[in-house]
């Protein structure tokens, strides 16, 4: 049975209390009229088995603000299974996909830098008002507790009923129904959750920030889909996204959105500073394919580009078929390879059972503008040109983002 797994990370920084840009979101944050709640970075983890067409999506977000109370909400395609997952499941996944310092004697110069990161902002959620008389029709197929989190499972036919469940059960949302009609179109099952600021860590100015625990959802879906679209309603102008994916091929996303406009000019400076005798049979191999694909690369970024103002390619930073050697990283009976404390080396078996052995592990940043935002994301087997990508990178090359 094959199994793709995908993990990502939505990460921002915050306005409100305390004076930073404003938060990014994968789900949606809901707090009263007055009060403030924001979302500095999110955390998640899917996975989907393609022959039973079950897919598991493990979110861990982060928040900080002044509401007394508030929740976030989660659509998923199919009626999920909720179940508590280990506290650093995501510390561990980052620790794990280190890149190792650049080979000595590989390159003749150790100097410079390709890309960067952007910017980012977003925003919160305010609103309220009485609840209509009309009672929204809206059914809680669901309600339970998960680790410290009180969630309710909600199915509904029209978006305007939902957009009145949310506002009735204190939900106070002042984003759009439109985009909860995109998903209520499609039939998907919307999971709201409640948290208690006043369990986390308290500030000087009175405020709180914490995470919750990662909490996994399970359930059917005929494809390997992530809600970008409902992201939308946390983000002013832009996010930026951190994708951790594994599977039985090394990942990509589609057309533009395509690693490989800013990995190839990137791969081909690094290779043009290597020694000849130095370079593996393989990156031999690959530099006649990236050489045929640059004219088409090139239009590809300029047509991006023009389309919408500020683009940036997603970047790839790890790449790996794990092997035997990974999981006795994981098990601790094979030394670490990597620069890290040892306390975080320590706690790696966490990820015993989620990573395995002979699938690739890939690792992709991308800042999303909001008009890139219509749709939501489907990965797809990682090519250049008709050639499939097997180029591994796990070690840094002198052209490598810092």
Not at 18 to 27: T, V, Y
Not at 48 to 70: C, I, L, Y
Not at 193 to 201: A, H, R, S
Not at 281 to 296: H, L, N, S, Y
Request: a positive charge; one cysteine or more; glycine letters at 10%.
């Amino acid at each position: 049975m094959k199994r793709v797994i995908i993990c990502l990370t939505l990460m921002g920084t915050v306005l409100g209390v305390a004076g930073r840009p404003p938060a990014e979101a994968a789900c949606c944050y809901f707090s009263a009229v007055g009060q403030d709640v924001n979302q500095p970075s999110q955390k998640a983890f899917l996975t989907w088995d393609p022959q039973e067409q079950v897919e598991s999506f493990t979110v861990q977000p982060k928040f900080e603000g002044n509401a007394r109370d508030f929740g976030m909400v989660v659509p998923t395609p199919g009626r999920p299974r909720l179940f508590e997952m280990p506290r650093d499941f995501f510390k561990e996944l980052a620790v794990f996909t280190i890149l190792k310092p650049t080979p000595a004697g590989k390159f003749r110069t150790f100097g410079g830098a390709f890309g960067g990161a952007g910017s980012f902002g977003g925003g919160g959620f305010g609103g309220g008002g009485a609840a209509v008389p009309y009672r929204p029709r809206v059914e809680v197929v669901e309600s339970g507790l998960v680790g410290s989190l009180d969630y309710k499972i909600l199915k509904a036919e029209e978006a305007g009923d939902l957009y009145r469940w949310l506002k009735e059960h204190r939900y106070a949302f002042a984003g759009d129904e439109e985009t909860l009609e995109y998903y209520v179109k499609k039939r998907w099952f919307f999971t709201v959750m409640k948290i208690d600021p006043m369990q986390q860590k308290r500030r000087e100015d009175g405020t709180y920030q914490g995470s919750v625990s990662p909490t996994r959802f399970v359930f059917s879906s005929e494809r390997l889909i992530y809600p970008l679209r409902i992201t939308r309603l946390s983000v002013k102008e832009q996010t930026e996204a951190l994708f951790y994916i594994q599977g039985p091929r090394k990942m990509d996303l589609p057309g533009p959105w395509s690693y490989q406009l800013s990995w190839v000019p990137m791969w081909q400076q690094a290779m043009g500073m290597a020694y000849p005798e130095k370079l593996t049979r393989k990156e031999r191999e690959w530099q006649p394919i990236a050489m045929a694909a640059g004219k088409d690369l090139d239009g590809a970024r300029s047509a991006a580009a023009k389309q919408l103002s500020s683009w940036e390619p997603t970047r790839l930073e790890w790449a790996k078929r794990l092997d035997q050697q990974d999981m006795g990283m994981l098990q601790g009976s094979v030394r670490f390879d990597r620069q890290a404390g040892l306390s975080s080396v320590q706690q790696l078996r966490i990820l015993q059972g989620h990573l395995r052995e002979q699938l690739w592990l890939t690792k992709l940043r991308k800042t999303f503008r909001t008009a890139e935002m219509e749709h939501d994301l489907e990965f797809v087997p990682a090519t250049l040109g008709e050639k499939t990508d097997e180029m591994e990178y796990t070690y840094a090359y002198p052209t490598s983002p810092p």
